[in-house]
């Protein structure tokens, strides 16, 4: 294995020094040197992101420290660059050891691991500039503008705007549109006014005839000239109209002013730069592409235009010509835009693409929400706002910005709000909205919730909302990486070791589901080509997964988002679905500050007894008038209750209808222990004649609610007393044979010691 180690030349000036790089990793190409640097305004020297790397300089000098670079203990001169997930072109200062002067500086181009970073970044920051003038564009469309360009009014902001204009002009499209230009540019006839010998004049207009009666240099005819009685001489040379073809157009004229507009703002930007740096070198490169173009002879008989005419046919329709025309449009308008947020993606010559996939992934979802909820979501046009250097592009990482809008169908209206940033405070009680722990920001969130509820904190208090959170994960290879397999988890203790563990994405997007109150789903983004969804039950919700989406111009994966997205509508418009259900359950489940207390000995809730839950299982209490009317229900298993309007009538509830124990009493008696279990099948209505066959004494009423008891119950209940009084719907005196419910939590309570 050859010695993976660079050695790079740096001039101080006085003398030449030497700094060696080891990479520390076992494959070759750890350090690699890049060609084709310049036209990407890269380092020579290259090193990958994630690597560590030992280096040495020449005695007597060493390396400033800083996050990514630290000196060795021993030897100053020596010690180790750790790039960790730093992306762009890394400077260094080179330092005297003994004054710490610095005396020098050197450049290392630190490589995203992903092999595709380069083209991914150009893509991506030339999809976001297309959407931001998109959303300019919206609202005006010029046909004629003076031209007046001043973009520099703030040096600070000049790269900020550069990448943006970089990202529309360094593509092949535009280089393809500028080409087709040049091989068939348009043309017209120019009328010009030549000196030409009367010989040669074929055509004899009446200009031409007023110049041979009275043009000076003459020549004498000869006497056997045919026009010689008519005139004596005529002039050696005529003023005639010539017709020649010409590039010079107004459409050429355009081209070219965008050109040098172009080439104009790149040389500024180039000037306002630090000799050296990435901004430097991309707008030298850019420049210098420019010029190249502009030299060609085309170009070289068009003249400056005063206005420019964009409603011009062929600049809105032939080809080339309508490429360079929206270019444009996007460039004058990209030149003005300022995006704070760009400063996490470039800034101090980074070239932060994950984080640049995290802002792409907010426009291609924001474009999904669109398209499936058919709605144009208010604040959209928020997203850019003027601001003291220019217009701003809001989107910035960190910074909550919530996009909303109704979903309206025949069966359901739903208010749906796509956000990024959103935050979960840990710091609010339930029933309002926020994280059960610590407070916690998803990249991406859509929530759902009823459309008749305008306040979002009411949806949250009536479990009527969802939260769907989605996050940007650049540097996914493979759903595997999130997901693993089985074999993986003997290996997870070692990679937690080093830092490396594999499975933090897929445990965040259980953070988000577990933490978050009313989350149904939680989903990771990266720029791959499988998709891995999980189900938490038989629905689309709740759920968690990955789904892959990658910048590219044929198949970016977002058909996938689209039809899950899709099915999380059509499910919302079920409302017998089992999260409808799940949802009312926790309502009225947590809507009570005081939970219930029960620390007697119950059943079991398994087998038949599943659903017994005490707070949710009632018991009747009902009235007897004697012992003959108990030996009846004993010996019948049946407990009949007056069905009407007189008064000691039943008046049949949920609770009433559904309970699953009765519990009997007679006058005057506060404390009973007649428990007894009611079949599942619910209350019948017996008429007067049905209980007589039954030998039921002496009815009076024409109809009866009657219960089926069985004939055991339960161990748990069995030689348990309970003072009736103590429930809160006993009424006493001639009230207290009026039929009631109250819940198994309430009856165990009102047990006596």
Not at 95 to 123: G, I, P
Not at 594 to 614: Q, T
Request: with cysteine; aromatic share 10%; proline share 3%.
């Amino acid at each position: 294995m050859s010695e993976n180690k660079k050695v790079i030349k740096v001039n101080t000036g006085n003398e030449i020094i030497e700094l060696t790089i080891f990479g520390e990793n076992s494959f070759n190409d750890s350090i690699i040197e890049k060609h084709d640097a310049e036209e990407n305004g890269e380092a020579q020297v290259q090193i990958r992101e994630g690597c560590f790397y030992e280096y040495e300089v020449t005695k007597g000098y060493c390396l400033e420290t800083s996050e990514i670079v630290s000196q060795s203990k021993v030897n100053r001169s020596s010690g180790r660059i750790s790039p960790n997930i730093y992306v762009g072109t890394l400077t260094i200062d080179v330092l005297k050891s003994e004054t710490n002067e610095k005396c020098m500086e050197v450049k290392l181009e630190v490589q995203s691991v992903k092999a595709s970073y380069r083209k991914d970044y150009r893509f991506m920051l030339e999809e976001i500039t297309e959407k931001c003038t998109d959303l300019l564009l919206q609202h005006s469309s010029p046909v004629s503008q003076i031209i007046q360009p001043d973009y520099f009014k703030d040096p600070v902001t000049a790269y900020q705007r550069f990448a943006f204009i970089k990202s529309i002009l360094d593509t092949d499209e535009f280089n393809d549109s500028v080409h087709k230009i040049l091989s068939s540019p348009v043309t017209r006839w120019k009328e010009s006014e030549i000196i030409k010998d009367i010989r040669s004049v074929k055509r004899i207009n009446n200009a031409s005839l007023r110049q041979i009666c009275s043009a000076g240099n003459r020549l004498n005819l000869t006497e056997d000239h045919s026009l010689k009685s008519t005139i004596c001489s005529v002039p050696s040379k005529l003023r005639v109209n010539h017709k020649t073809e010409t590039v010079d157009t107004p459409e050429n004229r355009f081209v070219k002013h965008a050109l040098v507009s172009f080439q104009s703002f790149c040389s500024k930007v180039k000037e306002l730069s630090k000799d050296g740096s990435r901004t430097n070198l991309e707008a030298t490169f850019l420049e210098d592409k420019l010029e190249q173009i502009l030299s060609h002879s085309t170009f070289k008989e068009i003249s400056a235009p005063d206005t420019l005419q964009l409603n011009s046919p062929v600049l809105q329709r032939k080809e080339g010509y309508r490429e360079v025309l929206r270019v444009w449009l996007m460039f004058d308008l990209a030149a003005k835009l300022i995006w704070k947020g760009g400063e996490d993606v470039y800034s101090a010559n980074k070239r932060d693409v994950a984080v640049l996939y995290e802002y792409w992934l907010f426009f291609k979802l924001l474009d999904i929400v669109k398209e499936v909820f058919n709605i144009e979501p208010k604040k959209t046009d928020e997203l850019i706002k003027d601001t003291k250097d220019g217009l701003g592009l809001q989107l910035e990482q960190g910074k909550y910005f919530p996009i909303d809008g109704i979903y309206k169908n025949n069966i359901r209206n739903l208010r749906v709000q796509f956000s990024y940033n959103k935050t979960f405070s840990g710091n609010k009680d339930y029933p309002d909205g926020g994280s059960w722990s610590r407070s916690l920001r998803p990249d991406y969130t859509l929530s759902i919730w009823p459309a008749g509820i305008e306040e979002e904190v009411e949806a949250e208090r009536q479990e009527l909302i969802v939260h769907i959170h989605f996050d940007a994960k650049y540097k996914v290879e493979t759903y595997k990486d999130i997901f693993g397999s089985d074999e993986d988890l003997t290996e997870e203790k070692d990679e937690q070791k080093k830092g490396t563990f594999k499975r933090a994405d897929l445990l965040k997007m259980h953070t988000y589901k577990d933490a978050i109150r009313r989350t149904a789903g939680a989903y990771v983004l990266y720029p791959g080509t499988e998709k891995s969804e999980k189900k938490g039950f038989h629905e689309i919700l709740p759920g968690l997964g990955a789904f892959a989406v990658s910048p590219s111009y044929t198949n970016t994966g977002t058909s996938e988002v689209v039809e899950f997205l899709t099915k999380v509508r059509d499910h919302f418009i079920n409302r017998a679905s089992q999260r409808e259900k799940m949802s009312y359950s926790a309502y009225e489940t947590y809507k009570d500050k005081k939970p219930g207390n029960v620390s007697e000995k119950l059943p079991e809730s398994y087998g038949k007894n599943r659903n017994l839950i005490p707070d949710n299982t009632y018991v009747l209490v009902g009235y007897y008038r004697n012992e003959n009317i108990l030996k009846w229900i004993e010996k019948n298993r049946l407990y009949n209750a007056r069905a009407g309007t007189q008064k000691g009538s039943l008046h049949l509830s949920t609770k009433k209808a559904g309970a699953k124990y009765l519990l009997l009493h007679t006058k005057n008696e506060a404390k009973t222990s007649r428990l007894f279990k009611i079949k599942e099948n619910g209350p019948r209505i017996f008429s007067k004649n049905d209980l007589l066959k039954k030998s039921y004494p002496d009815p009076k009423q024409e109809f009866y609610l009657v219960y089926e008891i069985e004939k055991e119950i339960e161990e748990e209940f069995q030689n348990l007393e309970f003072d009736i009084r103590k429930l809160s719907e006993y009424k006493t005196n001639r009230s207290s044979g009026i039929p009631f419910s109250a819940s198994l939590t309430e009856l165990m309570n009102a047990k006596t010691e």
